[in-house]
């Protein structure tokens, strides 16, 4: 019995080992798809059937998603695109993320006014409303042809918080999602991020980005969503808890004399050329 015990152990460790990386490279597998959706938004709508001026486009995924809903605004880019059987809902990021965030001395407007103290960046905030997405979304949703359908919210940069801010948004109202974000800045204060974290969600960082660090936190800014820290390895790291902790063997661990802003442009199905990014 026991010896039959030993062997079987003997057995499992190796398929458990197996199927670590395997867990891994499906997650991996996961951010890359939604990662060319956040990279499309990059791309004019126009573009994207055509093969010279759009490359991501061209990758079944988003050949697949028909765009409902689109928007360009001074603040905001982005669209609602369906494949069955997922909304998707993308916002662009900034060549200017940077401006955005040193020129608002990272000021705090309370929203969402139903949420006692949750306090976000006033400048990420005035992107997400310029947007007006949320009648089209309920819109879509409400079509009984796309019942049982799941959104999903991208974006990465200032997308990334736009993102955030849309399902808080959505999730507030009733609905249900599923919220990826690369390379988002911190958001909000502590209470914004316990509203976010109701529902755990991946916040991938690539390496040593500048972005995920800033707002500083001595400005009252949290971040909020499990890490997943991109680099030699993908690491899944800790699950933030009720004090919304980064865990510190992930992208905490890096020393702001390496905060860097070519970093931000890579993350998995998103490769923004710099001179690229810069141009726009
Ligand atoms: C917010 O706080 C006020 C005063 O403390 C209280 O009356 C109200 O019910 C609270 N609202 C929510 C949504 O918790
Ligand atoms: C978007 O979807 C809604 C709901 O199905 C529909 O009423 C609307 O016509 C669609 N818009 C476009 C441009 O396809």
């Keep these: 019995m026991y010896r039959r015990f030993i062997i079987l152990i003997l057995i499992l460790i190796p398929i458990v080992l197996l199927l670590i990386p395997i867990a891994v490279s499906e997650l991996v597998d996961e951010l890359e798809h939604l990662g060319r959706y956040a990279a499309a938004t990059y791309e004019r709508f126009e573009d994207w059937t055509d093969p010279n001026q759009c490359t991501v486009c061209q990758h079944p995924d988003i050949r697949a998603t028909t765009l409902n809903t689109t928007w360009a605004g001074l603040l905001t880019r982005g669209f609602i695109g369906i494949n069955q059987p997922n909304v998707i809902v993308a916002f662009r990021g900034t060549t200017h993320i940077m401006d955005v965030l040193t020129n608002s001395h990272a000021v705090q407007t309370r929203w969402p006014p139903s949420v006692n103290g949750s306090m976000v960046h006033e400048g990420f905030l005035a992107a997400y409303l310029d947007a007006h997405i949320m009648d089209h979304l309920s819109l879509i949703m409400a079509d009984p042809q796309f019942r049982g359908y799941q ?27 599923v919220l990826t974000t690369f390379g988002s800045p911190r958001v909000g204060n ?11 969600f991946w916040r991938v960082v690539n390496r040593a980005d500048i972005v995920p660090h800033l707002p500083m936190k001595l400005m009252a800014y949290v971040s909020a969503g499990r890490e997943v820290w991109v680099g030699d390895d993908v ?20 020393s702001p004399f390496l905060w860097n802003l070519v970093d931000h442009m890579v993350y998995p199905g998103i490769r923004l050329g710099i001179p690229k990014y810069f141009e726009q």
């Excluded at 999903?152 to 997308?159: E, K, Q, R």
Aim: include cysteine; charge should be negative; aromatic fraction near 6%.
């Design 151 to 177: 959104v999903h919210f991208v974006g990465h940069s200032l997308g990334a918080a736009q993102a955030t801010l849309a399902y808080a948004e959505w999730m507030l109202g009733g609905g249900d999602a």
């Design 190 to 200: 502590l209470e914004f991020a316990q509203l976010v974290n109701t529902r755990e």
């Design 235 to 254: 690491v899944e790291c800790e699950s933030p808890g009720e004090e919304c902790n980064e865990d510190p063997r992930c992208s905490a661990s890096v």
